[in-house]
């Protein structure tokens, strides 16, 4: 199985308002509810990919039931979330009806005691056991050490499993130290960890800094891919418009699916923006178009960078 | 005991945020959540009042857990709300640390079933046969018949316990057509019900309408009383400053808590005005100030209207 790790799961909700005025009371008039947080996002995909995936990572209170409640019910997904004394985080986003435009707001998470990072920390090995790639994803929640992927990142190299690592600031840069297999950064998370806004200089920084391969993403523009077997860019036929929430989850699921499928480095950017893509293609924030996913597999282009 | 009834129950939660930007995305800075709606508020401060209170309505889902178990661990307080299957709606309340503004966020609400609506009213029945008084508080969730307060008036009147209502719109204009005791509108719910702006016109027209008293909230200036025994004004020493939240909720009690101990009107209306003053005094929103309370009960002035 691939195993997925969100230290800061969250209940998403989302809230329909006609329109979003500061210091006014709303009606809401839709809402909707589903298990948030980076590597719970990229399960889904690779669920709906036909993966097995396991994901793991906190769950505590009401909110984390309801999370738990919706996971179980996706076929392909196995819920080993570990449990704590806190409840799990909400993040709120509120959809102005008359714009389009969202506001966020996110809730920083429950605080995680020593005993309930050794529990996860324990779990997690034994998780490494039966998994063929895993990724590491998202911000931690308070209580969680800044190092937590890093001595994440080592304990899957140990366990000979390969590791992919989607993160920010330090948690980023003290994971990279620890030498994953990929990294991929959006291109902010790249300027702040190399102080660089090129691309290409800033992946090749990273690299040097320890990560195996980076792949970053450029938005509409798709990736840059800097690894041991060669250089590429991938990109979508098209600058895709909609809506970007979930796009990078979806592409890191693209490149975990190709990971685990041993397809060459070409193949798994190509799922990867093709996923991106039809994620962006989507009505729904964060699931892809299907039909758009097996149409976009025969029109990115990748060349070498 | 004092039964409050709040059909529309609700998790209240306050973010705070630095300051809210639509359109962007905020770190919510702290969260605190409690039991809300109305009558919930009501039944809190007859408690805090030393008053034994009893409150029904609906409870479902995740949300209605965690209302039950804060309900729960208030003294003086029974939970008997009754169980449906959609979840409790919860309200979002953002507060900017800068200028100290809220915007409110209220999702519609569970949507009852006529086997819930009928559940409900034999458990009311049940109830009113302990009761000493019973407030019916708050908006009605969708599925319950825009009739629902006018039928617990009479069942009220008909078990011989005094009851008063407490909402807006068609529910107050046909819940005052079957005669409760007590009504308390503000000025913009009176001036809907009756078309009069003029609070003394306004009240009057309420009467002829059914209600057998009218207390009309008038904000910082206070309470006007129109009654079988007498009309009244009832004043603070000073308009206060501070949160305004509650405050309609603690007059409600106030009223109660007098009718409760069988006290004439005059009294009931300063208990209502020194607890109303006294919650927008207190820094945490619909929570009254104790000290406050007990020097206001001998500031306020009752005065024939």
């Not at 902010?188 to 195996?212: C, F, I, N, V």
């Not at 041993?262 to 293609?281: G, I, Y």
Request: charged content about 20%; proline content about 8%; some cysteine.
């Amino acid at each position: 199985m691939i195993l997925t790790v969100t230290l800061n799961t969250a209940l998403d909700i989302t809230y329909r308002v006609p329109a979003l005025r500061p210091h006014i009371s709303h009606r809401v008039s839709e809402v909707t509810e589903r298990p948030g947080g980076k590597g719970l996002n990229v399960a889904r995909v690779l669920a709906a990919l036909g993966h097995e995936v396991t994901v793991t990572g906190f769950t505590g209170g009401a909110t984390g039931r309801i999370v738990q409640d919706q996971l179980t019910a996706t076929p392909g997904l196995v819920d080993a979330l570990v449990p704590v004394s806190a409840p799990t985080r909400r993040t709120i986003a509120v959809v102005d009806e008359q714009t389009g435009d969202t506001t966020q707001l996110n809730e920083p998470g429950p605080t995680i005691t020593p005993a309930e990072w050794s529990a996860f920390q324990e779990s997690y090995e034994d998780l490494l056991a039966s998994a063929s790639a895993v990724a590491l994803c998202g911000s931690l929640p308070p209580g969680v050490p800044v190092g937590a992927y890093a001595g994440l990142v080592r304990t899957a190299r140990a366990a000979g499993v390969p590791v992919l690592l989607d993160t920010s600031g330090e948690a980023l840069r003290r994971g990279v130290a620890a030498r994953p297999d990929i990294v991929k950064p959006n291109t902010d998370e790249l300027a702040e960890l190399t102080g660089s806004h090129e691309p290409l200089r800033g992946a090749q920084d990273t690299r040097r800094r320890g990560a195996r391969a980076v792949v970053v993403s450029l938005g509409p523009q798709g990736l840059l891919a800097l690894t041991p077997e060669g250089r590429w860019r991938a990109v979508p036929p098209s600058p895709e418009h909609g809506n970007p929430t979930g796009a990078g989850d979806s592409a890191v699921a693209g490149l975990l699916s190709g990971l685990r499928d041993q397809l060459p480095w070409p193949d798994c950017l190509t799922r990867a923006v093709a996923l991106s893509a039809a994620t962006v293609r989507s009505p729904t924030a964060g699931d892809f178009d299907r039909a758009a996913y097996e149409k976009l597999l025969a029109q990115v282009s990748v060349t070498a960078a």
